[in-house]
Every structure is written in structure tokens, then in C-alpha cells.
């Protein structure tokens, strides 16, 4: 999924590097709330925190 995520911060103007690394910040951060999720069986709170995560990646690349 990085790929795909970096590729659209490039499409919004960011360096090629920059990209990757938001992306991979990004996808990482939601591959662990997931892992959370599984692991905790607490919906609410790491859902609240992807949302959080999407809202600032999404901020952060306009």
C-alpha cells in the first residue's frame, strides 16, 4: 500500500522522497491500530486514532 499512498502524495506536488516517507508513515501507523484493534478488541479508540491519523496525513499533504 505505500506505493499507491506515495504516488498520490506525488500527484499533490510533493518530492518523490517526501512522498515515501508520509506514505510509509502513514500505512505503518494504520497497520498498527489494526493490529491493535485485534489484539485489544477495543473498537472505538483505535478507530478514533485512524481517523486522526487520516485527518493529519490528509492536512499535512494539502
Known sequence: ???P?????VRLGHPPQQA???ATLL????????QDRL???DV??????A????RDAV????
Open 20 to 22: 515515501r516517507a508520509g
Open 27 to 34: 500505512v505503518s501507523g494504520l497497520r498498527g491500530l489494526c
Open 44 to 49: 472505538a479508540r483505535p478507530d478514533a486514532a
Open 59 to 62: 492536512a499535512a499533504a494539502g
Open 1 to 3: 500500500m505505500v506505493g
Open 39 to 41: 489484539v485489544t478488541h
Open 51 to 54: 481517523g486522526r491519523l487520516i
Open 5 to 9: 499512498v506515495a504516488d498520490a502524495y
